[in-house]
């Protein structure tokens, strides 16, 4: 799993904004199920006006957005927010965090919901790994009421924040996952135990559309179809600006990377 994990590590979102070998979409029209399709044809209408499908776009909505908003907090207003919602953190300022604008480590669950790595207690407490930027944690906030109506208590990641290169120089911008701006999720586990896998139950297509009218997994489990539609609707809420899937290219084929990039305006959902 360890293997695996730096694997990942290394390839995700490396470059991928195009180049990858990309399929037909899938002609298969199996509709997503949400709580609200009249909201859900607005949002998307937005989207189609605003964009190509998968490719950057600048929402209508985005002034409101809490990826836009979250992403343009100065630290101090992350941290009081952070502190407003009662979330259990810790600050961190170890070499581990270099890279991170304003690193956190959360020490309990957002809305019943734990974010974790396969780590033990103890490495957990000190990995790299569960580090984050406060303005993620936000959105994971806001994220977790979504798993949580969907029963899920538990999200297992492979990472959050990737160390920087030992030669990095001091205040040398990052971004992605070595700003702690992103996770990799790879499994949602449900209080009773089972679980909706990325790699196991998406059951997309690279190319395929992965929210909206044509997007479908194929086939439509029911695993496959609830972890589409809790997707979907961290889509539609506008929780983070960058959203990719195994649609998008082979190294997210086990996971999703959900991002809020700071001081930015365009979305990617693919
Ligand atoms: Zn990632």
Same mark, same amino acid.
């Given at each position: 799993m360890r293997n695996a994990l730096l694997a990942v590590a290394l390839v995700c979102f490396a470059g991928d904004a195009s180049g990858a070998p990309v399929k037909q979409p899938s002609k298969k029209t199996v509709?997503?199920?949400?709580? =609200?399709?009249?909201?859900?044809?607005?949002?998307?209408?937005?989207? &189609?006006?605003?964009?190509? /499908?998968? *490719?950057?776009?600048?929402?209508?909505?985005?002034?409101?957005?809490?990826?836009?908003?979250?992403?343009?907090? =100065?630290?101090?207003?992350?941290?009081?927010?952070?502190?407003?919602? &009662?979330?259990?953190?810790? /600050?961190? *300022?170890?070499?581990?965090?270099?890279?991170?604008?304003?690193?956190?480590?959360?020490?309990g669950p957002l809305h019943g919901v734990e974010f974790r790595t396969n780590l033990s207690a103890k490495q957990r407490a000190t990995t790299p790994w569960e580090l984050a930027d406060c303005r993620l944690i936000l959105a994971l906030d806001d994220f977790s009421e979504i798993l949580a109506a969907h029963d899920i208590v538990d999200v297992r990641h492979y990472s959050m924040h990737r160390r920087v290169p030992a030669s990095w120089p001091d205040g040398k911008p990052t971004k992605q996952h070595m700003a702690g701006n992103a996770i990799d999720a790879a499994r949602f586990i449900a209080r009773d135990g089972t679980f909706l896998d990325v790699d196991k139950h998406f059951n997309g297509a690279i190319g395929a559309a992965t929210c909206g009218d044509k997007a479908a997994p194929s086939p439509a489990t029911s695993e496959a179809v609830k972890l589409r539609g809790i997707l979907c609707e961290a889509v539609e809420r506008r929780l983070f600006n960058v959203v990719l899937t195994p649609n998008y290219n082979r190294p997210h084929k086990n996971h999703f990377h959900l991002e809020v990039t700071q001081g930015v305006r365009w979305f990617l959902v693919h």
């Amino acid at each position: 799993m360890r293997n695996a994990l730096l694997a990942v590590a290394l390839v995700c979102f490396a470059g991928d904004a195009s180049g990858a070998p990309v399929k037909q979409p899938s002609k298969k029209t199996v509709k997503v199920p949400t709580k =609200s399709q009249a909201k859900k044809r607005t949002v998307k209408k937005r989207w &189609k006006t605003a964009s190509g /499908r998968g *490719r950057f776009a600048t929402p209508e909505d985005v002034a409101t957005s809490p990826a836009s908003h979250y992403g343009s907090m =100065s630290s101090g207003q992350c941290l009081a927010e952070l502190d407003v919602r &009662k979330i259990p953190y810790v /600050r961190d *300022r170890t070499d581990g965090a270099r890279g991170i604008s304003t690193p956190v480590r959360l020490t309990g669950p957002l809305h019943g919901v734990e974010f974790r790595t396969n780590l033990s207690a103890k490495q957990r407490a000190t990995t790299p790994w569960e580090l984050a930027d406060c303005r993620l944690i936000l959105a994971l906030d806001d994220f977790s009421e979504i798993l949580a109506a969907h029963d899920i208590v538990d999200v297992r990641h492979y990472s959050m924040h990737r160390r920087v290169p030992a030669s990095w120089p001091d205040g040398k911008p990052t971004k992605q996952h070595m700003a702690g701006n992103a996770i990799d999720a790879a499994r949602f586990i449900a209080r009773d135990g089972t679980f909706l896998d990325v790699d196991k139950h998406f059951n997309g297509a690279i190319g395929a559309a992965t929210c909206g009218d044509k997007a479908a997994p194929s086939p439509a489990t029911s695993e496959a179809v609830k972890l589409r539609g809790i997707l979907c609707e961290a889509v539609e809420r506008r929780l983070f600006n960058v959203v990719l899937t195994p649609n998008y290219n082979r190294p997210h084929k086990n996971h999703f990377h959900l991002e809020v990039t700071q001081g930015v305006r365009w979305f990617l959902v693919h």
